[in-house]
C-alpha cells in the first residue's frame, strides 16, 4: 500500500470548518480575503469528493473480493 501524502478526509473536513469559523468570526468582510478562502474551501470540496470516491471504490473492491471467498 502506497503511502499518501494527501491529507486524509477528516483533515479537509477540519479545513472547511476552519474557513466557515473564520466567515463567521469576520464583523467587516475582506473581499479579496474571502476570496481566497472561497478558493481555498472549494479546492478542499474537490478533493474530498475524491477521496471519498477512493474510498467507496476501496470499499467496493473488498466487498466483492469477501464475496468471492464464499
Same mark, same amino acid.
Given at each position: 500500500?502506497?503511502?499518501?501524502?494527501?491529507?486524509?478526509?477528516?483533515?479537509?473536513?477540519?479545513?472547511?470548518?476552519?474557513?466557515?469559523?473564520?466567515?463567521? /468570526?469576520?464583523? %467587516?468582510?475582506?473581499?479579496? @480575503?474571502?476570496?481566497? &478562502? *472561497?478558493?481555498?474551501?472549494?479546492?478542499?470540496?474537490?478533493?474530498?469528493?475524491?477521496?471519498? /470516491?477512493?474510498? %467507496?471504490?476501496?470499499?467496493? @473492491?473488498?466487498?466483492? &473480493? *469477501?464475496?468471492?471467498?464464499?
Amino acid at each position: 500500500m502506497a503511502i499518501s501524502k494527501e491529507k486524509s478526509f477528516k483533515e479537509h473536513l477540519k479545513e472547511i470548518a476552519g474557513i466557515l469559523e473564520w466567515f463567521d /468570526a469576520q464583523e %467587516e468582510l475582506d473581499v479579496e @480575503e474571502a476570496l481566497a &478562502k *472561497v478558493e481555498q474551501a472549494a479546492d478542499l470540496i474537490k478533493r474530498s469528493r475524491a477521496r471519498l /470516491a477512493e474510498i %467507496e471504490n476501496t470499499f467496493t @473492491e473488498v466487498k466483492r &473480493k *469477501v464475496g468471492d471467498e464464499k
